[in-house]
């Protein structure tokens, strides 16, 4: 499974687990919605001015990239 670690205190897991249940299940949800509701921040800001928020871009970034090449 693929992480994205963006300061010691939070990441996003990249893969959703197969097994549909259990721990692994709940920390995907719970990393994506934390992840989505920094994005919302970072949506209203004019400009990124902290290396925590440039990260966040750079992940962002880098789903959307790849989450691309699966539609192709």
Excluded: W
């Excluded at 693929?2 to 990441?11: D, G, L, R, S, V």
């Amino acid at each position: 499974m693929k992480t994205y670690e963006i300061k010691t205190n939070y990441f996003v897991v990249h893969d959703k687990p197969k097994d549909d249940s259990g721990v692994l299940l709940s920390l995907f949800r719970d990393s994506h919605l934390l992840f989505k509701i920094r994005i919302e921040k970072l949506g209203n800001l004019d400009q990124i001015t902290t290396e925590e928020e440039s990260e966040i871009m750079r992940v962002m970034l880098e789903g959307l990239i790849a989450a691309k090449k699966k539609l192709k």
